[in-house]
């Protein structure tokens, strides 16, 4: 039985290294056979907007696009909190691959419920 795991990340910029390790996480999960999402929110949002440079390094020296680049080719899911997407000017069309923008907080909260792990960063 596949394992549903939300990767819970309220951070980009602002804290590199819990963005960078909440998307390797996810996908390493994801390769091992787990299907994964990562709920995007508050600042974290803003690693599906194309509009933001990922070209940041992590402390392990990779940026963090190779690391959103390698969760996506795995089959990693990304969706966002339409409130957090709204707040900052994010529209669909503006998304990196493998990102959505949530319909709704029902959508969210089915998410939630749907999953037996949940892991924050």
Same mark, same amino acid.
């Not at 939300?6 to 819990?18: N, R």
């Given at each position: 039985?596949?394992?549903?795991?939300?990767?819970?990340?309220?951070?980009?910029?602002?804290?590199?290294?819990?963005?960078?390790?909440? $998307?390797?996480?996810?996908?390493?999960?994801?390769?091992?056979?787990?299907?994964?999402?990562?709920?995007?929110?508050?600042?974290?949002a =803003?690693?599906?907007? =194309?509009?933001?440079?990922? @070209?940041?390094?992590? =402390? =392990? !020296?990779?940026?963090? $696009?190779?690391?959103?680049?390698?969760?996506?080719?795995?089959? !990693?899911?990304?969706?966002?909190?339409?409130?957090?997407?709204?707040?900052?000017g994010?529209?669909?069309?503006?998304?990196?691959?493998?990102?959505? +923008?949530?319909?709704?907080? @029902?959508?969210?909260?089915?998410?939630?419920?749907?999953?037996?792990? +949940?892991?924050?960063y």
């Open positions: 039985m596949t394992q549903h795991i939300v990767v819970h990340l309220t951070h980009a910029a602002d804290d590199l290294t819990a963005a960078a390790m909440a $998307i390797r996480l996810a996908a390493t999960l994801q390769s091992k056979g787990a299907q994964v999402t990562m709920l995007l929110d508050l600042e974290g =803003r690693i599906a907007d =194309r509009r933001q440079p990922l @070209d940041l390094l992590s =402390r =392990r !020296g990779k940026p963090l $696009i190779e690391l959103y680049d390698a969760l996506v080719q795995v089959g !990693g899911r990304l969706l966002i909190c339409p409130h957090c997407a709204g707040a900052i994010l529209t669909s069309d503006m998304l990196r691959p493998g990102a959505t +923008i949530a319909a709704n907080d @029902d959508e969210l909260a089915q998410l939630l419920l749907d999953a037996d792990k +949940i892991l924050d």
